[in-house]
């Protein structure tokens, strides 16, 4: 039982982790192809748009927290026990506690403040707050750019219980990265 209740978690990180990939490379594609533009409109064109600069830090943003949880999830991420996907038994489970301990002592103040602020008032929260705001060049709500920080740090919290479950479950092999796949 516990063994597929970890499976499933470890396929469900697992997926959660191609989409933040899939979107990190996008938001990089994003912030080059607002860079370039914007270099060939101020250089060539001598009108830069006032808008490609904010689109590209606001990418940047989306990138570099999408691309921390995919780093999370294939361990790539500065450790202090790197060789413990391959530990087994009661010291792969200490330490897996201890991985899950600190993203719990991290992630969670943030996911919290990003919901609530005092008094529990979702419109005080990190998210709330920007909802109402607008970008300065950009005529977007500032939620569509904020909204990348508590998302990274929920998808690194389901890495890290996906993690302690196959830690529990004795399948220290299902948290590893996974190896590519050979052509047939």
Do not use: K
Request: net charge neutral; charged share 10%.
């Amino acid at each position: 039982m516990a063994r597929g209740a970890a499976h499933v978690l470890v396929r469900i990180s697992d997926q959660l982790n191609r989409v933040a990939l899939a979107g990190a490379i996008l938001a990089v594609l994003v912030m080059a192809l607002a860079a370039t533009y914007q270099v060939v409109a101020r250089y060539v064109f001598d009108a830069p748009p006032i808008w490609t600069e904010e689109l590209a830090r606001r990418a940047m943003v989306w990138a570099g927290m999408l691309g921390a949880s995919v780093a999370f999830h294939h361990r790539a991420d500065p450790t202090l026990f790197p060789a413990m996907a391959a530990l087994g038994g009661g010291l792969g489970r200490v330490l897996a506690l201890i991985r899950f301990a600190g993203v719990a002592i991290f992630a969670y103040p943030v996911l919290y403040f990003s919901l609530f602020g005092p008094n529990f008032s979702l419109s005080r929260g990190f998210l709330g707050r920007n909802l109402g705001r607008t970008a300065e060049m950009l005529d977007v709500s500032m939620i569509w750019f904020t909204a990348a920080v508590p998302l990274a740090f929920l998808i690194i919290t389901i890495h890290a219980i996906a993690g302690l479950a196959a830690a529990f479950a004795g399948d220290p092999v299902a948290t590893a990265i996974e190896e590519p796949q050979e052509a047939v």
